[in-house]
């Protein structure tokens, strides 16, 4: 009840797209009915969560935020959000993102930006005061990062304890850094991605956003697992764990990529990179400057291969199956050609155009087969690095601190999220692990956060580092 109430009076943030009261309400009580009566509880029992609105949720509107799927009902859940309701968690609603997960800001949903829970905190400096409506004119609100800002406002404001977000190529990590909120981005074929509405399938994870590292273990461990229905998810078994308090990081050695100061990081952030090393480096750690050189061409191979993947994900909208449906109708080509133009966002357009021209007869084998082989050189420099005895990776999660809307939306989409992603994108090719944990507030009283990335299946070892830094 006081989180729904939350909700309510947090509504100006935009966070949620569709509240379930009703049903959030009935799985509490039955929640509290089973530890009443002394009957068997799930780890996440009677816990408040939230789900990015990419995720199929049986019987609630599913609408990554797009006109394409306004009213679509879907009519089963995904594996996660399932597991999530098996361990007895209480699923509050769906929340706000940029259209099909592509953005860095969560400001180019149909249902408008959400708005960065910082913006109006002491801390900040412009601290402003709510206004009553996401449209309402004001100017110095800052975005949550994205595409998950949404679930990522939601942990942050306290409206939910744990937040599903997805994972392509930041976008739980970024908006957890603008948030102050912890965000994990599992190994790829650790968690199922049945259900999840795909972006770039062969980089997709669901993503774990939580208050600190011990919340993001305890998600982790009941969603982790092989699934049928996904058959990219991994055979072994996954065992929950309980994090370790770790008193000695003696033993650990520690890599800094050079490539990661890259142009535009802010000083600022610098700053408290070195510093977090520092941290290490006198706790004991063998600290060392480690080589990624494939990075820099990160960004460009994986618009190749996005708007590639993106071009074919989205020909399943055309207006017969799933939510939007043109009145143009005079041949079934016209109706597909107006369903699509009046369904998807500019951003979603143009990458179909892009993944299309990538994908021609004769640009195929120069870009999409190119940017396969550099995507595996990229992931290559990942593992030389941990073989050489590397355990983990440090690195800032995003260039600043979280920006003001007025300000992020002067650029171009393209540009941003090239910019945006640079420092989270590449773990998604080389499908590894990595975990954005808040550490100090910027100058202007914002969060800032620090990655960390890990061997493939490592989580907990990751998530121990993570949990002795915090
Ligand atoms: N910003 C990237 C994009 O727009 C990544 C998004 C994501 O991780 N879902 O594609």
């Known amino acids: 009840q006081r989180c729904l109430a939350l909700i309510k009076s947090t509504k100006f943030l935009n966070a949620y797209i569709t509240v379930v009261e009703e049903t959030a309400l009935k799985q509490a ?15 996440l029992d009677g816990i408040p969560v939230a789900v990015k609105d990419n995720f199929s949720t049986a019987g609630i509107e599913t609408t990554c935020a797009s006109e394409m799927l306004k009213g679509y009902i879907p009519p089963y859940s995904a594996t996660v959000v399932q597991k999530l309701l098996d361990q007895g968690a209480v699923l509050l609603g769906k929340t706000n993102l940029d259209e099909f997960a592509m953005g860095s800001g969560s400001t180019d949903g149909v249902f408008g930006p959400v708005r960065n829970p910082w913006s109006y905190s002491r801390q900040y400096k412009e601290k402003l005061v709510p206004k009553s409506h996401p449209e309402d004119e004001d100017s110095n609100w800052v975005i949550t990062g994205g595409s998950s800002g949404g679930s990522a406002a939601a942990v942050s404001s306290f409206t939910c304890f744990a937040a599903l977000g997805s994972d392509t190529g930041g976008s739980t990590r970024n908006p957890a850094a603008h948030c102050g909120v ?8 650790l968690i199922s991605r049945h259900g999840l ?24 461990g009941s969603l982790a697992g092989h699934d049928p229905k996904d058959s990219t998810t991994v055979q072994d078994s996954f065992k929950p764990f309980e994090l370790p308090n770790l008193t000695d990081v003696s033993k650990l ?22 510093k977090a090393a520092d941290l290490f480096k006198n706790a004991g750690a ?6 990624l050189p494939h990075t820099r061409y990160s960004i460009v191979c994986y618009h190749v291969l996005c708007t590639a993947e993106v071009a074919s994900n989205m020909a399943r909208f ?8 043109s009145d143009m109708n005079k041949s079934t080509e016209s109706m597909y050609a107006a369903t699509r133009r009046e369904g998807f966002n500019d951003v979603v357009r143009g990458r179909i155009l892009s993944g299309n021209y990538f994908l021609l007869k004769q640009n195929y084998e120069n870009y999409f087969v190119k940017a396969q082989k550099v995507r595996r050189l990229i992931a290559n420099d990942f593992m030389k690095v941990f073989r050489s005895g590397v355990d983990i990776l ?47 507030l910027s100058e202007r009283g914002l969060p800032v956060g620090l990655q960390f990335i890990g061997r493939s299946f490592q989580e907990k070892q990751l998530l121990t580092v993570a949990k002795w830094f915090e």
């Open 29 to 43: 009580e039955e929640s509290e009915k089973r530890y009443r009566t002394g009957q068997p509880l799930g780890v």
């Open 182 to 189: 912890v965000g994990l981005k599992p190994t790829y074929g």
């Open 197 to 220: 509405i795909p972006l770039v399938n062969s980089m997709d994870v669901p993503g774990i956003l939580t208050r600190c590292v011990d919340d993001a273990a305890v998600v982790l």
């Open 253 to 274: 050695s520690i890599g800094i990529p050079k490539e990661y100061h890259a142009p535009g990081l802010s000083s600022e952030i610098l700053a408290l990179w070195s």
């Open 286 to 291: 063998n600290v060392i400057e480690v080589s």
């Open 318 to 325: 055309d207006g017969l199956e799933y939510g939007h449906r």
């Open 394 to 440: 440090l690195t800032p999660t995003t260039l600043s601190d979280a920006v003001p809307y007025t300000e992020f939306i002067k650029e171009d989409n393209r540009t941003r999220s090239a910019q945006d992603d640079i420092l989270t994108q590449a773990v998604n090719m080389a499908g590894l692990p990595a975990i954005s944990v808040p550490t100090a």
